[in-house]
């Protein structure tokens, strides 16, 4: 039987290579090597294959190792007539091949945190790893995004902060009303010493005025003779290239975990057969984290065996019982409902009490903070409530994993989207009286300075996740695990070891990275705080894992829920840019401060520059948004993704069509040797009768 | 410093390196660990080629294969006389398979090796029992057992013989996400 080593280099579509047959596999593991022997797999010596394929290809061969070596060295025997050209040629080709293969291995010591990874996946699967995993991604997210602004707007503004009193900046001065233009955020007189920690805290006091928010920028444009910078155009385009960016990445995360869905024929179908025999971890070490995993896939094959059981009573029932379980699940959803709007009521009030409020001792600190409270304080009760409410919905396992994230995602994007929606009001004199906003287009009188009050707003709802995240591993985590190990009574025992929950950790990182997303334009260097506090959190997270936590007993399916994070975390990202478009098209910008206070909005700063473009570069642009080349575009888009869907179509029946082939192909074999079982029978009757 | 060492030919390390999946440092450290398990036994000079065969109940003992359920199988799959006594050519080839960067078709070979207890080439009930036990420790019911194992039969096998053949597996397999990261020992 001919062994046809081409056959490696297959797409998934290629045929199957052909596998030895049973007997000759046996025998080749069982006979000794060095026999060339005409019934065992000829190689393919094929000599005008390239070096490289044939490499790849013993690689890759199920044989012994000594009879590998034996084919390479007959390999090696074999000197192709080649030139002297061509023997150096492939002598190098051979040493830069080695220097990638080890250069490959050094640079993975690069990768961040790839050990601490591989240990937290050894030893709590891959659910786990795939919370770590995403905290790695928003981490780099955060420090390219901070590189971004830092080049395009802190470090020009530096530079020209420093070189102010050069007679080539432009400077101007807003032409508003009196009352609109006074801002003074310096504050007056004696102050007590803790109110510098107040001010860490909420970004007031010395942090106000300062590169942290919006308010600090000019509205500086340099122009010589050969250099022009706009830094109110720069503050604008870096914001736009900013979100453009994340949504880049997220969208090249999303693709690759989409491939492997799109490959593995989009539902993991074939539950029990994949789990039996690629649900072992062959990386795991030690005696426990084996136990853990033997229990976890003994659970799960449990709660698959449940799911079928509740789908046939399910099935079986009677047409009243029915009637009764869709109305006791209405009226829970109804509770449901009413909880999650209570909560946002809730925030809506504390918002606008919060912004009210002016003190400088330590209860404002815990004023300014209340709708960071209120929205931890929903957040953590709200999804508690609903988890004992599911338990009464008689939902099977996976729905009611489901409903409960589906449930607490909502509750966590929609109540951060009240709060803007109330901040935004109030600027906005939705809610005052109609007076306030006359003069200026917004409420001068309880923000001199919006942006910055926003930024602020902002930067405590961070502050307040980190602290949260920070006390509830000291105060809660250490303690409960103390507890458990020292005390020997029933119900500790019950209770057990905190279980380190993905789906809320995930949800709270994303939550985390939203806040960010919505308050970089007001404060810019909010992402570089939000790395610091990713990288902290990382370590704390590890710690935790470690020491107080025992994995979960239902594992976590990690390559669809990739997809699900990162679908959630869209859905973030368009909530932020949301109220980017919202703060950049609609709102006046403040008069008192930032770089766009002579403006009507932050918007216009870019039409304004677009005519000292050159005539070339403005005709350009002026064409591409014209309908003469955006209607095409758009026609040929459609094409293009016309043609896609229907090669992706096409695949997917070539797919079904081969696995079709393939039980037909089972069923030839099995005619053909009944066939030629009964010929014999038939034939060796015939010779006995005669 | 890949130039001082004096227990492979160059020759060797190069053999080495195109049949397997690893470097030349790696190939050396496995060789480090192949003396450590039994050193009155192991030469540290290979460049004579020696047959020597490590038993089985020295390889099972490593700590990457201490508590692995299938180590007795993963042993036996790679030993040329099927008892589990590993040259060191066995070792490395073993250890090259389960690297990360074996691809996915060699692994599903040697996969369908192990599971496959009673070696007749098809993964029947009774392998399908016994690895399920040795994967839940025996703490499932007998009659849980017994229906696990028909839905897997029942969702895998496509010629109807109620056994998996290797092509019934590797398509299931091709199908399964996680397969390359979970077949992995890392050394």
């Known amino acids: ?690 | 410093m890949g130039n001082k060492q004096t227990i492979f030919t160059d020759e060797q390390l190069d053999a080495y390196q195109d049949c397997t999946f690893f470097t030349r440092k790696e190939i050396l450290r496995l060789h480090g660990r192949y003396h450590e398990l039994a050193p009155h036994l192991v030469p540290m000079d290979y460049t004579h080629d020696p047959d020597v065969k490590l038993p089985s109940a020295l390889i099972v003992n490593m700590p990457e294969l201490k508590e692995n359920p299938f180590r007795s199988r993963i042993v036996e799959s790679f030993s040329e006389d099927g008892e589990g006594n590993l040259s060191f050519n066995d070792f490395v080839d073993m250890f090259s398979v389960l690297s990360e960067m074996a691809p996915r078709e060699l692994k599903a070979i040697y996969a369908f090796k192990i599971y496959d207890f009673n070696t007749d080439n098809f993964i029947c009930k009774e392998d399908l029992e016994k690895t399920l036990n040795k994967l839940t420790r025996e703490e499932l019911t007998p009659e849980e057992v017994n229906l696990v194992c028909e839905k897997a039969i029942e969702e895998a096998d496509l010629d109807g013989d109620s056994k998996l053949s290797f092509a019934d597996f590797e398509n299931m397999i091709s199908r399964a996400p996680d397969f390359l990261s979970t077949f992995h020992i890392r050394i």
């Open chain 1, 1 to 690: 039987m001919d062994w046809n080593g081409s056959q490696r280099h297959g797409s998934a579509m290629g045929g199957y290579p052909s596998y030895p047959s049973p007997q000759e596999s046996l025998r080749l593991r069982r006979r000794p090597t060095n026999v060339a022997d005409q019934s065992s797999p000829q190689f393919n010596w094929n000599p005008d294959r390239k070096e490289d394929e044939r490499r790849q290809d013993l690689k890759e061969l199920p044989l012994p190792m000594a009879l590998k070596k034996s084919i390479w060295q007959v390999q090696q025997m074999k000197i192709p007539a080649v030139s002297r050209w061509q023997s150096w040629k492939m002598q190098k080709s051979k040493t830069l091949k080695r220097f990638r293969e080890s250069s490959g291995g050094a640079l993975a010591y690069v990768a961040l945190w790839r050990r601490v990874l591989q240990k937290i996946g050894g030893h709590f699967g891959g659910g786990v790893q795939s919370y770590f995993l995403f905290l790695r991604f928003l981490v780099v997210l955060n420090f390219l995004s901070f590189l971004l602004i830092a080049s395009f707007v802190l470090v020009p503004s530096i530079v020209f902060q420093s070189h102010n009193s050069g007679n080539n900046n432009t400077v101007n001065i807003s032409a508003g009303k009196e009352e609109c233009t006074t801002y003074d955020p310096n504050p007056q007189g004696l102050v007590h010493f803790y109110t510098y920690f107040i001010d860490l805290l909420t970004g007031t006091g010395f942090m106000e005025y300062s590169y942290l928010f919006y308010g600090y920028y000019n509205n500086t444009e340099v122009i010589t003779n050969d250099f022009s910078y706009n830094i109110p155009l720069a503050y604008l385009l870096t914001a736009g290239f900013y979100f453009i960016f994340c949504l880049i990445c997220i969208v090249i995360r999303m693709g690759s975990a989409v491939r492997i869905a799109v490959k593995t024929g989009g539902k993991a179908v074939g539950g029990y057969s994949t789990l039996v025999f690629t649900g072992w971890d062959y990386g795991l070490q030690g005696d426990r984290a084996v136990r853990l995993k033997q229990n976890s896939i003994r659970y799960q094959l449990q709660v698959d065996l449940e799911e079928e059981r509740i789908k046939l009573k399910a099935a079986s029932l009677t047409l009243a019982q029915i009637v009764g379980l869709y109305s006791l699940r209405a009226f829970l959803n109804l509770i449901v409902l009413a909880l999650i709007g209570g909560s946002f009521y809730g925030i809506f009030l504390a918002t606008e009490f919060s912004q009210g409020y002016q003190g400088t001792d330590f209860v404002s600190l815990v004023v300014e903070y209340l709708p960071s409270i209120v929205i931890t304080a929903a957040n953590f009760l709200v999804p508690f409530l609903c988890d004992q409410i599911a338990l009464l919905e008689r939902h099977s396992p996976s729905t009611t994993v489901i409903l409960a994230l589906l449930r607490a995602v909502f509750l966590r994007m929609i109540s951060l989207g009240v709060l803007l929606f109330t901040l935004w009001s109030q600027i906005t004199c939705r809610t005052a009286e109609r007076g306030t906003c006359q003069p200026c287009g917004y409420n001068h009188t309880l923000y001199p300075c919006w942006e910055t009050r926003v930024g602020q707003e902002m930067y405590k709802l961070a502050m307040f996740d980190f602290i949260t995240v920070i006390a509830v591993m000291i105060l809660v985590e250490f303690p409960r695990r103390m507890v458990v190990d020292h005390c020997s009574c029933k119900l500790v025992k019950f209770v057990g070891r905190q279980e380190f929950v993905v789906p809320q950790n995930v949800l709270g990182l994303v939550y985390g990275q939203t806040v960010v997303w919505v308050g970089a334009l007001f404060c810019p260097l909010l992402p570089v705080i939000n790395t610091v506090k990713f990288v902290i959190i990382f370590y704390c997270k590890r710690i935790t894992l470690f020491y107080n936590c025992r994995p979960a007993d239902r594992t976590f399916r990690s390559t669809s829920s990739n997809f699900f994070f990162l679908l959630v975390l869209l859905f973030g990202w368009m909530l932020a840019c949301l109220t980017l478009i919202y703060s950049v098209a609609v709102i006046h910008p403040s008069m008192s401060c930032g770089p766009f206070l002579s403006l009507t909005t932050m918007w216009r700063v870019v039409p304004n520059s677009f005519y000292s473009l050159s005539d070339t570069t403005r005709e350009f642009l002026l064409f591409i948004g014209s309908q003469a080349f955006s209607v095409p575009l758009f026609m040929l888009s459609c094409v293009v993704l016309a043609y896609v869907a229907a090669l992706a179509s096409v695949y997917g029946q070539s797919v079904s069509l081969l696995r079709a082939q393939l039980k037909l192909e089972g069923r030839d074999k099995k005619f053909l040797v009944k066939q030629i079982e009964e010929l014999s029978s038939v034939t060796k009757r015939r010779e006995q009768n005669f």
